[in-house]
């Protein structure tokens, strides 16, 4: 079964085209690009407007010199080959050739032979790129294989590649929060350094060992270096008094241990009440001697 749905894909794809250019685009693909600070993730769309896809095949341009492939995916939720009960595997994205990366992907449901793949936004594939300066990386798209390779093939064998504006390539954008992709959110960099990109996420600007990233997830201030995350412990009759500066929309665990490296969570959920967070352990005459550390999860969970 797997050898006639693969030869019936290998039909689909190599077959000629035929009729008029369409009115309109019927495929257009396109990227949008996150960063997390030291990696950049760019994903591929298209919107699949008037036929249906059988397969598609795209390129992502990158400058080799600026980043690197960690990791290329295709959307295997979407586009899969089965003979009616299990996945046939297939083609992953080949990334040997520095500076672009090539992503196929078909559809093929032995329970559905000719139904294709059609819709807005459908995910093609995802590359993670690793940084390899702090330079603003930049992408673009294009055609997967050239002809006489079917890169986009219709359930009824029209092959799209070869009429002309069928196929409609676009930008790669970046993400409207991170418009320079350093991980660092637009309105941050502009609140505490009144400009874009005159710092990277890695850099450390008030010296206090948390970098701008850390200083970001805190919601400190990247220019004082008493806003971060640290406890302060007053020890009185009733205990221990744990203080830290807190930010909007955190929340708290605090740890203890008394076998260090050990540490066991004691108080976990504690929404943040800016400025300060305050929690009082008690200790008695006889507990033995206890180390205190806190973490913090952010963004929080659920809506």
């Known amino acids: 079964m797997k050898m006639k749905l693969l030869s019936c894909l290998g039909a689909l794809a190599g077959a000629l085209s ?9 495929v257009s693909v396109y990227g949008e690009a996150t960063s997390s600070g030291p990696t950049v993730t760019v994903s591929l769309y298209a919107d699949i407007l008037t ?8 390129r992502v341009f990158y400058d080799p010199l600026n980043v690197y492939v960690i990791t290329a995916s295709k959307n295997t939720g979407v586009w899969y080959f089965s003979d009616g009960t299990n996945l046939l595997s297939y083609v992953d994205p080949d990334v040997s050739k520095s500076g672009e990366v090539l992503i196929l992907g078909g559809k093929l449901d032995a329970r559905a032979p000719l139904q294709g793949v059609s819709g807005q936004h459908v995910l093609l594939g995802t590359v993670t790129f690793g940084r390899l300066t702090q330079a603003i990386p930049s992408f673009s798209l294009g055609l997967g294989r050239p002809a006489p390779y079917a890169n986009f093939a219709a359930p009824d064998a029209t092959v799209l590649d070869s009429q002309q504006g069928a196929i409609i390539f676009g930008t790669v954008t970046p993400d409207s929060g991170d418009t320079n992709l350093n991980g660092l959110r637009d309105d941050w960099e502009l609140q505490y350094f009144k400009t874009l990109g005159k710092y990277t996420w890695s850099d450390d600007p008030d010296h206090d060992g948390f970098n701008n990233l850390q200083e970001q997830a805190l919601g400190s201030d990247p220019t004082d270096p008493l806003s971060n995350l640290r406890l302060s412990i007053t020890l009185g009759p009733k205990g221990a008094l ?14 203890s241990s008394s076998d260090l490296p050990q540490f066991q969570p004691f108080q976990t959920s504690i929404r943040a009440t800016p ?8 200790i008695g005459p006889r507990d033995p ?15």
Request: zero cysteines; a positive charge.
């Open 289 to 303: 001697g206890a180390f205190f550390r806190i973490s913090l999860q952010y963004p929080l969970p659920g809506p």
């Open 51 to 58: 036929t249906p896809l059988m397969s598609f095949g795209a």
């Open 275 to 282: 400025p300060t967070n305050q929690f009082l352990q008690p």
């Open 242 to 255: 744990l203080t830290w500066a807190s930010f909007p929309n955190r929340v708290y665990t605090l740890h």
């Open 18 to 26: 035929a009729g008029s250019s369409p009115g309109q685009a019927a």
